[in-house]
């Protein structure tokens, strides 16, 4: 009998090459978007909110944010951007993308203080400030929790608690989070929601939630003798999964607008925001020359990988990356197969049912089905997030590896089973030693193919408050207020990452299935 | 032993068998034959059971094995089946095909079926192609390996659904040698072929089947020089005597000449017979009756004698008298003439076809 241990080294020197294509690659990314971010262009300089309001003009405000209408009185004129979240609104103006953005000023100052450049912020303020307080999920089970709430914000106030915060984390830019003491016997959990992306309210530090309302989370949890455990949206998540119940309690530093007080109920103001308005610096942009090019990206590196050790924040996201992956690859792969097992054979019943969940499954985008199961089917379920997208993920997974099967064993043809019959095999065994050794053939090239769009497909898991990579990325990048290396890291790690998955599939592939290879160079020996 | 009993099997537009009914002892060789769309094949199937017989049974040994809650596999063990694809198993060499099943359903061990395997393989004579895949090998090469691996398992019976008519022509030699081979080891062999000369060579029974029964079941002797039934007849008389209308000048005489081609393979005429077919048939029609072709159809009939060896090709057509020597391409029919053994035409002004010329090869 043959068996080929050339497979093995062919895998190797493959892999060996990719790694390099990878690096080479990723290296030529690096250097195409850094040359890009050094040129700019010249524009008017605008020095005034007055300047702001021309046709021409783009101003950013944040998704559902009561900044929309304060741009729509001030500048009728200008057009109005929506942004997703602060460091691609920052990032945006800083490139002219959006002439200005309007909004939340403490998160500007402290932007620019942290070394973003390219942008600077027009004097004094516009409006009369946001509100921004704690929202309570309608479907809370602690009773009368605003009621709590309120009455533990009017004590910190009065006893100086809120001041000594304000000055800590707003005035001093102190980014130490104090030591809050844990409920003794909690007989509550307190989930609270938030964001982590708005410094600094809410954000990472040293590898750990930290900022103005995680504190005061904390000690509301510890003040109430209850548990606290915290779960991480995006803006835009953040209201539907508190109106659905996933949280107890928003402490984001969200703003109460009519909207959202109309799903949530709001306590009494936390905190009162001011508005200010970012434009771009072209003044202190500058060509700056390669070594200035260099420098800037080692401290670009420092930032996004050293500094307060962020790199353990990419750490976690890429293992958690892995995990909803390989679960999903797994679970996937036997649900595939097992439901394939049961239509094999033509049960009317079963072949219906299968098709229409796969037409369902295939037929949604698969962040909207990742957000259907969280929000809608698991609504009222206790499921974390990450148990949701290995569901979604196995689900669409094993719908295509149901597909894969069906159509491999399609190509093999209906003669070699009756071959089989015909030489006294029963059905399951000729199915198990004859079809699918030959079906696998046809079927692993395609298998390899979807564990790759597998491993970028689970990037949209931060829409249910998973912290994988693409989300932890995010999270770097909301505190470096730089896009360049958070993104570039990232991508390189998912071609890893991909690399990684395939070198184990094609070890599994050499084990496991006997016999000849259908293309490769073993098939010349004679 | 096996009994066919009303055996029928019916699908949503068609019922290829009715009603066939058989008695098959041990050792016996039939030849199945007949017209397409017969149900030759089908009738094979069934009795692997490939196929579920709607209606009838299928009597193995004492056993009906269409019996509700009958384990198939247990017939199929006593039973081979070689088929007109091969079907050979593409992930494994031509010696792992033919162990695969012995050491899976027979529990042998390797060793056992390896030796097996390459005693076999030496009977169909393929030792140097051991290690060679499927894909490899030529369609006669294939069609042996098949042979091997079914006899590996020792079958009591082997059914053959049209083993050589997916082969070249060159390679229908070797794939009948190893059949006749096997004919001479006492097993029971069920083939169903177009090659009727191959048929009556090696079997000692032949059923001819039509109208979706066995419709005459005799020796090869009485099926083939004496049939007892008209539609017998007439399938008989067909595979001896080759008849087409030339119906105009838009006729596909080179479909003609590929259908010709496969007259004389079928009966066996040497090649140098068939090219001087071929040459008298091109001279007949390209050129002497180019003429006729245009106002009448014309009846081409081609009849071959095995004792004498001759072939007779005849072409009748009406219309007014029309003398080859007199009327036609003077060259072409002075070539004709001196190539054939006689030509001769024939005037008769009272019959339906009023011309007959015959050429005698």
Same mark, same amino acid.
């Given at each position: ?30 250097? @195409? ?37 304060? @741009? ?76 709590? =709430? ?19 984390? =707003? ?14 016997? $909690? ?85 009162? @925001? ?162 699918? $050794? ?16 597998? =491993? ?9 408050? @998973? ?18 290396? $958070? ?14 998955? =395939? ?14 290879? $259908? ?8 | ?5 009303? *055996?029928?099997? !019916? ?16 050792? +016996? ?20 059971? *490939?196929?579920?017989?709607?209606? %009838? ?6 056993? +009906? ?10 017939? !199929? ?43 076999? *393989?030496? !009977?169909? &004579? ?10 490899? *090998? #030529? /369609? ?32 229908? %030699? ?37 109208? /979706? /029964? ?40 080179? &479909? ?5 081609? &496969? ?6 005429? #040497? ?23 245009? !106002? ?22 009406? /219309? ?8 036609? +391409? ?32």
């Amino acid at each position: 009998m043959k068996i080929n241990n050339r497979v093995d080294r062919t895998v190797l020197v493959k892999l060996g090459q990719k790694t390099i294509t990878v690096l080479t690659m990723s290296l030529i990314l690096v250097l @195409v978007a850094g040359l890009l971010t050094a040129c700019g262009t010249e524009t008017e300089v605008i020095t005034s909110p007055e300047q702001l309001n021309r046709e021409d003009a783009k101003i950013g405000v944040a998704t559902d944010a009561p900044e929309f209408a304060l @741009v729509e009185e001030r500048f009728p004129k200008a057009e109005v951007v929506y942004t997703q979240d602060l460091i691609a609104a920052f990032t945006s103006v800083a490139q002219g993308k959006m002439d200005a953005y309007v909004g939340n000023k403490l998160n500007m100052e402290l932007a620019i203080y942290n070394g973003l450049q390219g942008v600077r912020l027009l004097d004094g303020t516009i409006g009369e400030g946001n509100v921004s307080a704690v929202a309570i999920s309608p479907r809370t089970e602690i009773p009368d929790l605003k009621g709590k =709430i309120n009455e533990f914000l009017k004590q910190v106030k009065e006893d100086g608690t809120l001041d000594d915060m304000r000055s800590r984390w =707003i005035d001093k830019r102190d980014m130490a989070m104090p030591t809050i003491l844990e409920a003794k016997d $909690p007989q509550l959990n307190l989930v609270v929601g938030t964001t982590g992306l708005s410094e600094p309210f809410t954000c990472y530090v040293n590898g750990e939630l930290a900022g103005y309302d995680v504190e005061l989370a904390k000690r509301f949890a510890s003040w109430l003798g209850a548990s606290i455990e915290f779960k991480l949206y995006d803006y835009s998540g953040i209201v539907p999964a508190a109106q659905g119940g996933d949280v107890d309690c928003v402490f984001a530093n969200l703003y109460v607008t009519p909207e959202r007080e109309k799903a949530l109920e709001f306590s009494n103001p936390t905190f009162i @925001v001011d508005i200010g308005v970012m434009v771009r610096d072209t003044g202190s942009q500058n060509g700056g020359g390669i070594a200035a090019f260099f420098s800037s990206v080692k401290e670009s590196f420092e930032k996004t990988f050293l500094t307060e050790d962020r790199w353990l924040l990419f750490v976690g996201g890429i293992v958690t990356t892995l995990l909803i992956t390989v679960l999903a690859i797994i679970l996937g792969t036997l649900i595939g197969f097992a439901v394939y097992m049961v239509c094999r054979n033509g049960n009317r019943a079963a072949n219906a049912i299968t098709r229409f969940c796969i037409w369902l499954i295939e037929g949604m985008p698969v962040v909207v089905l990742l957000m259907i199961l969280y929000y809608v089917l698991f609504e009222r379920v206790n499921l974390s997030g990450v148990t949701v997208s290995v569901m979604a993920f196995t689900l669409i997974f094993a719908a295509a590896v149901f597909n894969m099967l069906k159509a491999g064993v399609a190509t093999v043809g209906k003669g070699q089973m009756e071959a089989a019959y015909s030489l006294g095999y029963t059905d399951t065994k000729a199915f198990f030693n004859i079809m699918l $050794p030959q079906a696998l053939r046809h079927v692993m090239p395609t298998y390899k193919a979807q564990i790759k769009a597998l =491993i970028k497909a689970t990037a949209v898991v931060g829409y249910v408050a @998973v912290q994988d990579l693409t989300k932890m990325g995010d999270i770097v990048r909301s505190r470096t207020y730089e896009a360049f290396f $958070p993104l570039i890291a990232i991508a390189v790690v998912y071609f890893i990452l991909a690399a990684i998955l =395939i070198w184990i599939v094609n070890k599994i592939e050499v084990r496991a299935i006997p016999g000849r290879r $259908p293309n490769g160079d073993d098939q010349k020996k004679g | 032993m096996i009994e066919l009993v009303h *055996l029928e099997k !019916r699908y949503e537009n068609s019922a290829p068998l009715v009603d066939v009914n058989a008695v098959i002892n041990d050792g +016996d060789v039939i030849s199945i034959i007949g017209p397409s769309g017969t149900g030759k094949s089908t009738l094979i199937r069934c009795i692997n059971m *490939l196929e579920r017989p709607t209606g %009838g049974r299928i009597i193995l040994d004492g056993v +009906d094995i269409c019996a509700p809650g009958y384990d198939v596999t247990k017939a !199929r063990r006593k039973m081979g089946m070689v088929f007109q694809s091969f079907n050979l198993f593409g992930h494994l060499n031509v010696i792992e095909n033919i162990m695969q099943a012995q050491i899976d359903i027979l529990k042998r061990p390797k060793s056992e079926a390896y030796a097996t395997g390459m005693k076999l *393989l030496r !009977r169909v &004579g393929l030792t140097s192609r051991e290690t060679n895949y499927p894909d490899e *090998l #030529s /369609g006669g090469q294939k069609q042996r390996v098949a042979i091997a691996r079914t006899l590996a398992m020792d079958p009591e019976v082997i059914l053959f659904d049209e083993p050589t008519s997916a082969l070249d022509p060159t390679m229908v %030699g070797e794939v009948q040698s190893v059949i006749r081979d096997l004919a001479n080891t006492e097993k029971t062999m069920l083939i169903v072929t177009h090659e009727m000369n191959f048929a009556r060579a090696i079997c000692n029974r032949v059923f001819y089947m039509d109208q /979706g /029964g066995i419709y005459e079941d005799g020796t090869p002797d009485q099926v083939f020089d004496n049939p007892q039934r008209d539609r017998t007849r007439r399938f008989v008389r067909r595979l001896k005597v080759l008849e087409f209308t030339i119906d105009g000048p838009d006729f596909d005489l080179a &479909g003609a000449e590929t259908e010709i081609g &496969g007259y004389c393979s079928q009966n066996d005429i #040497s090649s140098r017979a068939k090219y001087r077919i071929d040459l008298t048939f091109e001279e007949l029609t390209y050129h002497i009756l180019q003429p006729v072709i245009e !106002r009448v159809p014309v009846q081409i009939t081609i009849e071959y004698t095995e004792e004498e060896e001759n072939t007779e090709i005849t072409a009748s057509f009406g /219309g007014e008298k029309f003398d080859p020597a007199e009327n036609g +391409d003077d060259f072409s029919y002075i070539v004709l003439q001196s190539t054939v053994k006689s030509l001769s035409h024939h005037y008769d002004p009272k019959a339906e076809q009023t011309n007959t010329i015959r050429v005698l090869i």
